[in-house]
């Protein structure tokens, strides 16, 4: 039987951990909810996080969770550019997340929060726009719990969300992707790899290592049609450095999601209830890059709901919009215009589908800035050799750690 909460979490991914966590570090009894019967499993993720983010927050990795150290990023744009950057921002940790979110719950636990797995929300009741009652299923039993503030921590298909009939992210507004843990035919480099081309539609394909022959190997994309594991096999069989990389018979894991563009159209706060990670669409847009982010803000809505339950003021719960930009607004907002400008040139038809995915790797990857577009087009006219010429310039001009060169793979 579950306990009566101040604070009650739905979903033990990073958001709601690192809530739960925070709400019991400041006092309020607090119940972090999860349906799955194992916290962590199964993974719907590529399992890699930024290294500059990871150090700004100051959070060391629980034992066992760190895969792989990645020092660059190479982009691959089209079969026909190569982009390798080594800036900080490009360099990244591959994880195990399912001992990170398990050790993430276990520390909510260590704090003093109540922790369940097994125990999924079903309904709530609402009065003046603020949930009263919430519904869980645990193990089978029904048990009503009456919360101060509610934390929708549960993922990009919320369930909060759907029962208080707030909007939801749209087929336009999530990529769907899939990815198989692979073992590869060779020693593979330390870093990740991301695919633009039109074979992986609006969206990218990556290689992201988790030891020195293991990597997850997967795609997202908007709109993706058609059956995901179709997909994933048909890339797998007709792009050239997969093909010669990785053996469709070498599968360890399948991993399928959805991931949420960034900016939830209803505020991360309604009434007593706040939205945190995919729920609230904090990921850092256009990579996706969710687990971190989540986790901030989890932090910044823990610590919001047990300042409002300790003061018995829930006029307190309108600080969180603001603790999210203290966080990590900048971040947030850039990811959104960069989303904006990557849309833009997918939608302009004018553009031959390859040259699109060339220009959107090129505003990913920071080679060129959203104010360069008109010049990153000049550059599509010219022949392969001398746009890896003007590029290698500009890199050089602005002192990147980053180069550039031609592949022939069409
Ligand atoms: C294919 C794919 C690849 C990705 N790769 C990366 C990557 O490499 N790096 C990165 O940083 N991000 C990546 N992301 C995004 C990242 O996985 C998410 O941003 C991150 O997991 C969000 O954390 P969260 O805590 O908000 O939600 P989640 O991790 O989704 O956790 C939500 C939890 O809520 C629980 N839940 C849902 N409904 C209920 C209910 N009714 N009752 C109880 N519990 C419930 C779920 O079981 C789940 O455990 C990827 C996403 C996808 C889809």
Known sequence: MLKECEVL?????P?????????AEGGASTLLIDRKKEIGTPVQCGEVVGETLLKSLKL???????????????FLLDRRIALTSREPYWKAVSLERKIF????????????????????????EMRDGNVIEATIMHQGVETRVHPKVVIAADGVHSTVSRL????????????????YEMVSNKRLPAGMQIFLEPEVGLGYGWIIPKGPRRANVGLAAIGLHGNRRDRLQEWLATNPMLMDMFDVDKVLEVKTGDAPLPGFLGGPRRGNVLFAGDAAGQTLAFVGEGIIPSYACGQGAGAVASAAVRQNDMSRLDCY???IEDLLGNELSEGGDLKDSILEVWMDESIPAGDRTVLCGMLMSEVMFTDDLE???????????AMVNTIKATLAKRKARATVSALHLR
């Open 15 to 23: 958001a709601g951990s690192s809530a739960a966590m925070t709400a």
């Open 321 to 323: 919009e603001r603790a």
């Open 60 to 74: 060391n990795l629980p034992p066992g969770a760190k895969a792989m150290a990645l020092d660059h990023t190479k």
């Open 101 to 124: 979110d398990k050790a993430l719950a276990a520390k909510a636990a260590e704090a003093g929060a109540m922790v369940h797995a097994d125990a999924r929300l079903t309904d709530i």
């Open 375 to 385: 010049e990153a087009k000049a550059l599509l006219s010219m022949p392969q050799r």
């Open 9 to 13: 979490v739905i979903g033990a991914g």
């Open 164 to 179: 208080m009939g707030v909007e939801l992210f749209t087929e336009k507004a999530m990529a769907k992707g899939i990815e």
